[in-house]
């Protein structure tokens, strides 16, 4: 068994009439049961890349695995695969297709052909996992969109995947349904799922992932352990979308306090700065 | 974006009544309005109000502003029927309210037109109570079980749950744009609203192609196989009170009809 869920083996992929290829030669590697966040500018491939993943765009050339087995574009084996990794869209309207919550939620079991009773079950356990028992019945246009938000999700968690990938879940959300995703994404992580989340938001990506992947027009230019990409990350004076908000407070002291470790949050932050204190 | 009567449907006071008692005793309404005479129809479009109104808790100024728009095209419609024109005054006597002579003929209202006017508007008055208690009470997704239980063609169902989730997506697309479109000046004159409606239903076909592609994607990501089918949790609970009213309210109407008939 590798260790490793998801791998891209240089993947060429271009839209049509575009002048230049979107992927090109990705190469990337996706930790097994790991919380990892794929970063990078707009344009730079990341939701081909999510397309992809799913079996949604067949790469020009390049091979996609999980688990060590090549992605095919027959049918049968799109359709494992579609059970082993789940996709949310950016945008919940995108992807809710049905009259009502419970509804949405039954639409992909139905699809992998379960029998009613089986569908019934897993439905009422998702709506209870993702605390959506009171909306079973509501009509999706009076959900409010961190609401749309929670049962796209719960739609995709139903299947039970390996892989969740998630294209951009803060956009357009307040901070309190963000935090309240964060939540019921920790809570998938601890099921066992493997999360792959891409975003902008890099104060979010340094507080939350374990793993970073970044990519520059097509390519992957970092990985690894947070602390460690981000690391990397500051010395490129070139990578545009910044620093977090965190490491930037934190690398101003650093000079002045070189044995202060990386916070990775702000309850960690002044823990370390009160030690700190302490121990002078 | 929320369409109000969408809304009632699903949050009204019978939301709970299995949809096929609702729609059983609608379509038994419908049947009387067509065969039973004006006083017993407005009977019926009272009682249909009641249900509405009182027993569904529909709010009474909505319910009227429905019933109005039906009034309005009704009465637009009475002239005819009501008033007729003839050239010789011999045979009007006895079937004119009033007449006054014009163009050397004579134009009058008719009894037997102004009965015929009542007549054809109450029927229509009493079934359309009867169907916008359908539409004010029964959800779409409970009239698509409904007809997938009768043996409707899937097709048909799987079309119409369809266009039910994009109605609420265009129409939310559609008020976006107004609403950037008003922002920037938009719809101030005769001529910028000509543009701007050119332009809002240019972007609505160029957008509505754009979500048909977004929307392949995402049924293809959940394992779409060519059939839409969904499972919905039933909740309904059967009510012997409604049940009995209506039963017991349908026999009088029915009883009224023969009386009217055995003695009009």
């Not at chain 1, 060429?12 to 996706?30: E, F």
């Not at chain 1, 509501?138 to 390996?162: C, E, F, N, T, Y």
């Not at chain 1, 992947?213 to 690894?224: F, H, N, P, R, T």
Request: charged letters at 15%.
């Amino acid at each position: 068994m590798s260790e490793y869920l998801l791998e891209f083996k240089d993947v060429y992929y271009s839209y049509p009439m575009a002048t230049s290829p979107t992927l090109q030669g990705l190469n990337l590697r996706l930790p097994k049961y790991k919380k990892t966040a794929l970063i990078g500018q707009n344009g730079c491939g990341k939701s081909t890349m999510f397309l992809i993943a799913d079996g949604l765009a067949k790469p020009d050339r390049g091979v996609v695995m999980l688990d060590n087995i090549p992605l095919t574009f027959d049918r049968a084996a799109l359709k494992r695969w579609r059970q082993r990794v789940g996709l949310v869209f950016q945008d919940p309207e995108q992807q809710l297709v049905a009259p009502t919550v419970a509804a949405d939620i039954s639409y992909g079991l139905c699809n992998q052909g379960l029998s009613e009773a089986e569908v019934a079950a897993k439905v009422t356990q998702t709506l209870r996992d993702f605390n959506l028992e009171a909306l079973a019945m509501s009509p999706l246009q009076h959900l409010s969109l961190g609401q749309k938000k929670r049962v796209s999700i719960a739609g995709v968690m139903a299947l039970q995947p390996d892989l969740l990938l998630l294209d951009e879940p803060t956009a357009y959300l307040d901070p309190v349904q963000t935090r309240n995703l964060l939540i019921e994404l920790e809570a998938i992580a601890k099921l066992g799922t493997t999360l792959l989340i891409a975003t902008h938001d890099l104060d979010f990506v340094y507080q939350w992932a374990d793993w970073v992947l970044v990519m520059e027009q097509g390519k992957l230019i970092a990985e690894g352990e947070t602390i460690a990409v981000f690391t990397q990350l500051q010395s490129m004076p070139d990578f545009a979308l910044g620093m977090p908000i965190l490491w930037q407070m934190w690398s101003r002291l650093a000079d002045r306090m070189p044995h202060l470790p990386a916070p990775r949050s702000i309850d960690e932050f002044t823990t370390y700065l009160e030690k700190d204190r302490f121990n002078n | 974006m929320h369409i109000q009567i969408d809304t009632l449907a699903y949050s009204n006071r019978l939301r709970h009544l299995p949809p096929a008692q609702k729609l059983c005793f609608a379509i038994a309404m419908l049947l009387l309005a067509l065969v039973t005479h004006y006083p017993i129809q407005l009977a019926m479009l009272v009682w249909m109000s009641v249900w509405i109104v009182f027993h569904a808790g529909i709010p009474c100024r909505i319910y009227a502003a429905m019933m109005l728009g039906v009034m309005t095209f009704l009465v637009t419609g009475m002239p005819a029927l009501a008033i007729e024109y003839t050239s010789s005054s011999a045979d009007i006597h006895a079937d004119a309210w009033g007449q006054i002579s014009v163009w050397g003929g004579q134009l009058y209202l008719s009894r037997q037109g102004t009965f015929q006017a009542i007549s054809a508007s109450m029927r229509s008055l009493a079934s359309t109570s009867a169907l916008f208690f359908i539409i004010l009470t029964i959800p779409a997704i409970d009239l698509a079980s409904l007809c997938q239980k009768i043996g409707c063609p899937p097709i048909l169902i799987e079309l119409s749950l369809l266009v039910y989730r994009f109605i609420f997506l265009l129409a939310d697309t559609a008020q976006k744009i107004t609403t950037a479109q008003i922002s920037r000046g938009g719809y101030r004159t005769h001529r910028l609203r000509i543009n701007s409606l050119n332009l809002l239903v240019r972007q609505l076909i160029q957008r509505t192609a754009s979500r048909y592609q977004q929307s392949i994607l995402s049924i293809n990501a959940r394992g779409f196989n060519g059939e839409f089918r969904f499972w919905q949790p039933v909740a309904y609970r059967y009510s012997w009170r409604y049940a009995t009213e209506s039963i017991f309210g349908c026999t009088i109407l029915i009883i009224g009809e023969i009386l009217y008939r055995s003695y009009v």
